[in-house]
């Protein structure tokens, strides 16, 4: 708890002559209350992510963090307890939010050979642009948008368990596939796909949010 807010000591007593000079974190906070704008819970979100930053400078912010960060603050009431469960949780999937794009290309050629043993039939789904880009956002969240507060709470409490097995988020993904297949194959992809371009702007990333929460009534 200490080491916590000696943390978020170290950004709060940086001059404004500091912060212009330090090219880094004015980056890394910018994209912080970028992301926050307009989310009710932005002062605390932004308390947290911003001592993020100072415990993890090297990673420091990356988009959609907050994401991760939101579900947690939720039920955590103690803002030292909910920094570090968020410390945990980027410990497990902080490689989908590296400066390259390894994390996640190992993440989909593990789903990929995962396939290629339970379900053949969905290797071809995974190569098109859209329903990959899905389970890239699928794997890098951990199913946040797609399954809401209460679905999240109730997956992520079992994929910290580390059983049936570590990689047990990429089943998950594979039944996600499975029960969105003619979705996502068909009619989405046609209305929706455009919107998943390779670009990392916020608007194409606002547009995949989008499309992607109008998928979670069907896993409902």
Same mark, same amino acid.
């Not at 046609?190 to 455009?194: E, M, R």
């Given at each position: 708890r200490d080491d916590y807010f000696r943390m978020k000591l170290q950004w709060r007593s940086l001059s404004p002559g500091q912060l212009r000079r330090n090219k880094i974190l004015r980056g890394y906070l910018e994209r912080?209350?970028?992301?926050?704008?307009?989310?009710?819970?932005?002062?605390?979100?932004? $308390?947290?992510l911003r001592t993020f930053c100072m415990f993890h400078f090297d990673l420091g912010y990356v988009r959609g963090m907050n994401e991760l960060l939101a579900p947690l603050? &939720?039920?955590? &009431?103690? $803002? &030292? $307890?909910?920094? =570090?469960?968020?410390?945990?949780?980027?410990?497990?999937?902080? $490689?989908?939010?590296?400066?390259?794009?390894?994390g996640l290309r190992r993440n989909l050629g593990l789903l990929g050979a995962l396939l290629e043993q339970l379900n053949p039939d969905l290797v071809p789904l995974?190569?098109?642009? =859209?329903?990959?880009?899905?389970c890239s956002r699928w794997l890098q969240f951990r199913f946040r948008r797609l399954l809401g507060q209460e679905g999240t709470e109730r997956l992520w409490e079992v994929l910290w368990t580390g059983r049936p097995c570590?990689?047990?988020h990429l089943l998950v993904t594979c039944a996600a596939l499975e029960l969105l297949r003619d979705t996502l194959g068909d009619t989405f992809g046609?209305?929706?796909?455009?919107n998943f371009g390779d670009s990392d702007s916020d608007e194409d990333t606002d547009s995949e949010d989008s499309d992607e929460e109008q998928l979670s009534p069907l896993v409902a």
């Open positions: 912080i209350d970028r992301d926050l704008a307009g989310d009710p819970s932005a002062p605390r979100l932004r $308390e947290l603050a &939720a039920v955590c &009431a103690d $803002e &030292a $307890e909910a920094f =570090w469960a968020f410390c945990a949780v980027m410990e497990m999937v902080g $490689e989908n939010f590296g400066p390259g794009p390894e995974l190569a098109q642009r =859209w329903p990959r880009r899905c570590p990689n047990f046609d209305t929706f796909g455009d």
